[in-house]
């Protein structure tokens, strides 16, 4: 039963349906659920602080169930956003109504496709799973995102040289811009140099940097000629909205967080408290497991369902959906971090042993 409470997260699109056929400010009832309800139910349970044992463990990772829960997101992603282009285009939306249909598919799109995205990118590349996560990643047109998000943000999270974090002091509308195109040039500037070095030009198909783009453009003018113009501007902000959201968790993942230089130059390992985590049990349920942050690091291809809490990591004070909300309003979220974060460095001192 444990993984069908998984099956939450399928609450988000069935609201975004509903929202729709009830028509007026029923059209906004995903951004009430998501961002109203789920915080507030969120302070009426208990923190999901749970570890599975070695023999849980075990028969969680051979629980065929967690898989499909988990896979039923992709198509239904798919379906969802196609499906929305044809009622942008078909429907007599009022302005108000199209606006919060929009705005409820971009939610859709970040709380379902992108949580889901995230996870499947971390699989073998070349496996189903990690084409899948190219396919959610380019109803978003954001398919470059898994392999920065692997090869790039892994591997620099916590240095100057990571975009996708951000820093003490830094606000979200800042970090915004800067880790979407940064993450977008590092990955484009990896990927370059590998073709240089197989001396081939970067311009070429063996570039995946250059055929996801070329998939999206494909993609994008496909929604043009089926739908329209309705359908491609509501395809664009839709997507717009859910790589807003995830770069938000991306800000609210790692801010203030920063690795040291060891005294052999390079920076320190990355550990356990360079990631913010959030132990909210409803928010876990629909974003499979996605506050057990520091675990994903550390265990980047452990499966959802097999993610561990780490009492001594940096905690939120709320679940994701409520620190959105905070990283809204700059000096609310400094307020409420900044000495968080301060506090999380000087401990890491305190607890470091002596040389």
Known sequence: MKALEYALIYLVPVSVIIGLMSGNLFIFLTPLLVFGLVPLLDLAFAKDID????????????????????W??????????????????EWSLSVEELIGFTLSMGISSAVMG????????????GSLEYLLSKIVLATVLYAHWGMDHVIGHHQDLGTPKDPSTAKMGE??????????????????????????????PVWNLNNPMVTVLLGQVVLLIGIALAFGAPGFFYFVFQAMIAVCLLETVNYIGHYGLAREIASDGRYEDVAFHHSWNAGGRLTSRFLFNLGRHSDHYAHPGRHYQLLHHHAHSPQLPAGYPAMVLLALVPPLWRSTMDNRASNSSIQRLLARPED
């Open 171 to 200: 606000s979200l509308y800042h970090f915004l811009p800067r880790s979407i195109s940064g993450g977008f040039n590092r990955i484009w500037s990896i990927e370059a140099a590998r073709q240089e070095q197989k001396r081939r």
């Open 114 to 125: 992108l949580t889901v995205a995230h996870e499947l990118a971390h699989r073998e590349k």
């Open 72 to 89: 039923g997101c992709v198509p239904l992603q798919v379906v969802m956003v196609v499906w929305g282009a044809s009622v942008a285009t």
């Open 51 to 70: 570890n599975p044992t070695a023999d849980q463990a075990q028969a969680l990772s051979g629980n065929l169930i967690y898989r499909l829960v988990f």
